[in-house]
């Protein structure tokens, strides 16, 4: 038996509420939740009072002057500042997705968590989904067979997978300082030549949404070798990579009107498709499905099996994930530099679809 890592969490709103502090307390075994902080102490407070926190504060900077081996940054905005000072303060660090809002920023954090020696992961859930991971493990059957990858998301309303959780909500937080956030973050972002809606396109689809399907098509296919085009807009986002000689298409369309969220990989060879269908990523426990299709080349035999892997939750899975790392010293599978490199294909998107060089950055600390 080992004591439970004592652990800190920066931004208590709505991926804490909804499933962070949920599973740090049921992994008691694994972490012990000594200290939250969130600009609003009205939230703070309720989130310690709910989840049984030692300590609340409003400024992470004080936080980490806490005895805490590791740190949880959630926070909506940047995340480079709070895990940049964790880092060098020797602490073990786990920031949601985005990693950071550049890799200029990300690059940073990986070297301030190499130079300290510390775990930095990257909060990349589908990762450690159970169907995921059979996807991964049923595709080298056939990966050289592969033609074409397809990957559609139908964006939905989130009000609706959310509204039947006990969430607090922030009144107390001055608008300067909210003003303050916002130009912070979008002095973060480092894009030069690309125009202001794009920039847009940038920060709230391909980093807070799409950035999750590029890091999933990265664990099961390796980097994309070539950017081939990218079209953005507040409503619809069409990409085309190539993963050598592999062809891949990816959507993203927001239907509001729809409270119907899905998602899927689909991966095509010539006599066997391969499906995971994922549900709302708010749907604690909610199963995702594995559809494997196949049949004989020029007969009509055909055939498919659908495979419920587990209802086990991928949140609590790489909480695990992290638990582990921090314990035994070895990387993860969602680690700084596999983040750094989702930032960069991000950056490469948004200056394909404006026309600039769209080449992938090789960053040094990037192991392909």
């Not at 010539?270 to 559809?291: G, I, K």
């Amino acid at each position: 038996m080992t004591d439970p890592i004592r652990v800190g969490v920066v931004g208590c709103g709505l991926i804490a509420q909804v499933m962070h502090l949920h599973y740090l307390n049921e992994l008691s075994d694994e972490f012990e939740l000594a200290a939250v902080c969130d600009i609003s102490e009205q939230v703070g407070v309720a989130c310690a009072q709910r989840f049984g926190a030692s300590t609340v504060h409003t400024r992470w900077q004080e936080l980490l002057e806490q005895p805490l081996e590791a740190v949880l940054v959630l926070t909506s905005g940047d995340h480079a500042p709070v895990a940049i000072a964790a880092a060098q303060a020797g602490k073990h660090v786990f920031v949601e997705k985005p990693m950071a809002l550049s890799g200029e920023h990300g690059a940073r954090m990986l070297d301030a968590a190499e130079s300290a020696g510390v775990r930095l992961m990257v909060g990349m859930m589908k990762r450690y989904d159970p169907a995921y991971e059979r996807l991964v493990a049923l595709l080298p059957e056939w990966r050289s067979e592969l033609r074409l990858v397809r990957v559609t998301t139908l964006e939905s309303p989130l009000a609706p997978y959310v509204a039947h959780y006990p969430l607090v909500t922030a009144s107390d937080v001055p608008a300067e300082v909210l003003e303050e956030l916002r130009r912070n973050d979008e002095q973060a972002i480092d894009l030069p030549g690309v125009d202001a809606e794009t920039r847009f396109c940038y920060r709230s689809i391909l980093l807070d949404s799409l950035v999750h399907e590029f890091n999933a098509l990265r664990g099961a296919l390796g980097e994309p070798s070539e950017v081939v085009s990218a079209e953005l807009s507040r409503t619809c986002v069409g990409v085309h990579l190539r993963f050598g000689e592999t062809e891949c298409h990816l959507s993203w369309v927001d239907l509001p009107g729809i409270a119907r969220y899905k998602q899927e990989f689909a991966f095509y060879a010539p006599d066997q498709r391969l499906t995971l269908e994922l549900p709302s990523p708010f749907l604690r426990s909610a199963p995702s499905r594995v559809l494997v299709e196949g049949g004989e080349i020029g007969a009509a035999h055909s055939w498919e099996r659908e495979e419920v892997v587990s209802y086990d939750e991928a949140f609590k899975r790489e909480l695990r994930e992290f638990a582990d790392c921090v314990r035994t010293g070895r990387e993860p599978r969602t680690s700084g530099a596999d983040g750094l490199a989702d930032l960069r294909l991000c950056e490469a998107l948004a200056r394909a679809s404006q026309g600039l060089d769209p080449a992938l950055v090789s960053d040094s600390a990037v192991v392909a």
